[in-house]
């Protein structure tokens, strides 16, 4: 495992959906995105999840009606995901999302989805090139690869550097960021109360630092168009498609 899938298996996936919000909001939260950018059925109805962690995604575009695969190394989030599934058209694998290609469907995807902060959690920029290229390859022409992250490439200072993540009676999540020249290494701290006492759970992992401009050049590199760059919620967006 690498430093990113132990921090998932030790710490983050037990927590991960709690941390993000009310499942249902966040998967209806995703319904608006895709049709605000037109990311609806139009061919095939194929769509690949990478990195679909619980599945606010890939819930979101099956009840749009795709047929999704959906990819992640966290047995933890796939499980569930699988619990929120029913009889929705999504096919789970646990896998390094890198090697997605070795997992599509015999027609190719008309839409790639790479979301949340999926991006940032690859080892390196050269697996990000690798990634786009895959992508590139395996998308039907005319298709969509839509990309969200959170850009770190502004270095925070000082007490900014701190930050507070969600907490309720039984739980605190904060997390503290230290700045390297191409990634950021984030310390995840989570206190939980057991009967009666505050116990401190904590990891760390590397974040990349990608810049919108450098991955923008790469899409173009790869004959990819860019339709859409924007920010929402803190997530930079770009959503590029296969000429």
Request: charged share 25%; with cysteine; hydrophobic share 40%.
């Amino acid at each position: 495992m690498n430093q990113v899938q132990v921090h998932y298996e030790n710490l983050l996936a037990e927590h991960y959906t709690w941390m993000l919000g009310d499942y249902r909001s966040k998967v209806q939260d995703n319904i608006t995105f895709f049709k605000k950018h037109k990311i609806l059925p139009q061919g095939n109805a194929r769509a690949i999840d990478l990195g679909c962690g619980s599945g606010f995604q890939s819930i979101a575009l099956a009840d749009m009606g795709f047929w999704v695969l959906s990819i992640d190394f966290s047995d933890l989030l796939l499980k569930e995901l699988e619990t929120h599934r029913k009889n929705r058209t999504i096919k789970t694998v646990q896998a390094d999302l890198l090697n997605f290609n070795q997992y599509y469907f015999y027609d190719a995807p008309e839409v790639i989805i790479c979301m949340g902060d999926t991006l940032t959690h690859l080892d390196s920029l050269d697996s990000v090139v690798t990634l786009l290229e895959r992508v590139k390859i395996i998308l039907n022409h005319g298709g969509r690869f839509v990309i969200t992250y959170r850009d770190m490439t502004h270095e925070l200072t000082g007490l900014d550097r701190f930050n507070s993540l969600r907490s309720d009676e039984n739980k605190i999540m904060t997390n503290f960021l230290e700045y390297r020249p191409e990634y950021v290494i984030v310390h995840d701290l989570i206190y939980i109360k057991s009967l009666g006492n505050w116990v401190l759970h904590k990891s760390s992992y590397k974040k990349l630092r990608i810049n919108i401009t450098w991955l923008k050049e790469h899409l173009t590199n790869l004959n990819m168009s860019v339709e859409y760059e924007g920010t929402e919620k803190g997530f930079t967006i770009l959503i590029a498609s296969k000429m």
